[in-house]
């Protein structure tokens, strides 16, 4: 079978129930933001050889799945997403006890590991920055997703918190120093 339709040539795609909207729709853009952030997730995956939270990770990958299968209008229950933000949280209090402490903006980097994992935290910030955008204004009809955004939300910016925090965490395990802004063009104190 071929995985080309040409259906989506004319800028349409194919939600849930079959109904075709413009690949320009914010329900989309949103849908494909989480998609990005889940692509970058699997890259994190392969970067944890050894480290142990491969499975955990990918977890967090299917979660983001269901989050945009449900922009996509699926009827799914994300209610475990409110677990999962405390197991998040779990996570981050973990590695946060073997973390020196957060004195200076860092850098990202500084092994590609650890700059694939703040690329992935950045890509799920948009993804929260889509989300707060797509249920203030086209979303706010979309009882389903309403009735979880506190969840959602709560989970999107932990996860990306979480990936903040796993990336010092890789860097420590890998005998690596922060790379520490140094702020040189800043003027004043921040």
């Known amino acids: 079978m071929a995985i080309y339709t040409k259906t989506g040539d004319d800028g349409t795609t194919a939600v849930f129930g079959g109904k075709r909207v413009s690949k320009a729709d914010a329900a989309i853009e949103l849908a494909g933001t989480l998609d990005e952030a889940n692509a970058h997730l699997g890259l994190v995956v392969s970067c944890l050889t050894g480290f142990g939270d491969q499975d955990f990770v990918g977890d967090l990958q299917s979660d983001l799945f269901s989050i945009g299968s449900m922009v996509s209008g699926a009827q799914v229950d994300i209610s475990m997403l409110e677990t999962h933000t405390q197991m998040l949280e779990a996570a981050m209090d973990r590695m946060g006890s073997v973390l020196p402490e957060l004195t200076n903006f860092i850098l990202p980097g500084p092994t590609a590991e650890v700059a694939q994992i703040h690329i992935a935290r ?34 999107l910016n932990r996860l990306s918190d979480y990936l903040f925090v796993l990336g010092r965490t890789m860097t420590v395990k890998q005998g690596k120093a922060e790379t520490i802004w140094k702020g040189k063009h800043l003027k004043g104190t921040p």
Do not use: W
């Open 122 to 155: 950045t890509v799920v910030r948009k993804a929260e920055r889509r989300m707060v955008s797509y249920l203030a204004t086209t979303g706010k009809h979309n009882d389903s997703l309403q009735s979880y955004r506190k969840i959602l939300l709560s989970f």
